[in-house]
């Protein structure tokens, strides 16, 4: 026979068990994942959500009042005081999950919010659904201002009072040294573009922007040892635009390489054979 004193140990560690296995376990499921943590200021912030549907109902997005609604709630991380919305555009596209089913829906952040202060921000999804809230987990982001390199400043012949300044800057990702450029117009207007990652960069040969007359904006920074990334973007008044980058041979391993080539198909250079009387 259990005495008092067990019995009460008994109950105490059974009682949490016990509410635990009572709280309903939700069965519209929603998480997020970013593709960075650390983004530049002005890089495009984007996301994915994970929507799990285990209720027997059909979840509908798409944009009418009496549907469910798809949003994401951003957060300052220090004092936890919620963003408000730039805009109110839908933030995913129209979509219908039914029963067993998941979606994969993509948010760019800064389409909904002004994210371009440095600080550590916190998102998360929130799916309404018969008016009930499904709360995705919390995710942080910094934003970084980047160390800047070099900048470049434009002038418009055909628009007068505009400026466009451009900036490189640096950031470590990955483990690994970054380019960015970034681009604000002064003057006549005082739009901010979206920051481009150009690549991964080697320090060795310190990276060029080119600003060209017809409005071509050429960067050139060292990717390796061996080739260098020329990025190609068009910028115009109301435009900026990327072309496009390719890989350029640095000449001095070109160089070495077409010797180490020619001395591999050679078979190397050997030894002349000499009579041994002659090394005496």
């Known amino acids: 026979m259990m005495n008092a004193r067990t019995k009460a140990a008994l109950l105490a560690l059974v009682a949490p068990l016990m509410a635990i296995a009572e709280e309903p376990i939700s069965e519209i499921s929603v998480d997020m994942a970013l593709d960075e943590v650390e983004l530049v200021v002005g890089e495009r912030i984007r996301a994915v959500i994970d929507v799990k549907n285990m209720s027997p109902d059909v979840v509908t997005v798409d944009g009418n009042e009496t549907a469910d609604t798809m949003i994401v709630e951003v957060f300052k991380a220090s004092t936890k005081e919620q963003l408000d919305r730039t805009r109110a555009a839908p933030f995913v596209s129209p979509f219908r999950i039914r029963k067993n089913e998941g979606q994969l829906l993509e948010v760019i952040l ?17 799916l309404v659904h018969n008016g009930i809230r499904y709360e995705g987990q919390y ?105 496009g980058n390719e890989l350029i041979r640095d000449p001095e391993t070109a160089g070495q390489s077409s010797v180490q080539e020619m001395y591999r198909k050679a078979g190397g250079v050997k030894a002349a054979p000499r009579p041994w009387w002659k090394f005496w």
Request: net charge positive.
């Open 110 to 126: 800064n389409n909904h919010y002004f994210l371009r202060e440095p600080r550590r921000y916190l998102a998360r999804p929130v």
């Open 139 to 243: 995710r942080a982001f910094d934003v970084v201002p980047g160390m800047k390199i070099s900048r470049a400043l434009q002038m418009f012949a055909n628009k007068k009072g505009l400026n466009r300044e451009f900036e490189l800057l640096q950031w470590t990702r990955r483990g690994r040294e970054h380019l960015f450029l970034a681009a604000n117009d002064e003057g006549a207007s005082s739009r901010k573009w979206q920051t481009t990652d150009l690549g991964g960069m080697v320090k060795r040969t310190p990276p060029t922007i080119s600003i060209m007359p017809t409005g071509e904006i050429i960067v050139i920074h060292r990717a390796d040892n061996d080739y260098f990334l020329r990025s190609e973007f068009w910028s115009l008044p109301n435009a900026l635009e990327f072309r």
